[in-house]
Nanobody, 122 residues
Framework: QLVESGGGLVQTGDSLRLSCAAS????????MAWFRQAPGKEREFVAA????????NYADSVKGRFTISRDNAKNTEFLQMNSLKQEDTAVYYC?????????????????WGQGTQVTVSS
């Protein structure tokens, strides 16, 4: 089970830190990722991290502003979001998969959280 938290309403330029808490004792065996979905749009890739945390992958739209990380001892994944823009407004989903790849497509992830809303106002 994946449970996201940390979403909210912020202004352009602000920061937010999302968390994804995972149940179970095998968190370190899963590649993790964040996706987001804005109203009327398809779910899109944001960032992914390897099982050890040593490798990361970002969408071009968030490179340099967002940072993905994980704490395997605490079964938690994070997404630090800085310099937020209105176009970052979306529901953010945590995703996990036991495969080695930390890919950037929805189909590559088997498990999903329920999502947390992030709204960036001007």
């Amino acid at each position: 089970q994946l449970v996201e938290s940390g979403g909210g309403l912020v202004q352009t330029g602000d920061s937010l830190r999302l968390s994804c808490a995972a149940s179970g004792r095998t968190f370190g065996r899963y590649a993790m990722a964040w996706f987001r979905q804005a109203p009327g749009k398809e779910r899109e890739f944001v960032a992914a991290i390897s099982r050890s945390g040593g490798m990361k992958n970002y969408a071009d739209s968030v490179k340099g502003r967002f940072t993905i990380s994980r704490d395997n001892a605490k079964n938690t994944e994070f997404l630090q979001m800085n310099s937020l823009k209105q176009e970052d407004t979306a529901v953010y989903y945590c995703a996990a998969d036991p495969a080695h790849n930390f890919g950037n497509t929805v189909e590559e992830y088997r498990y999903w959280g329920q999502g947390t809303q992030v709204t960036v106002s001007s």
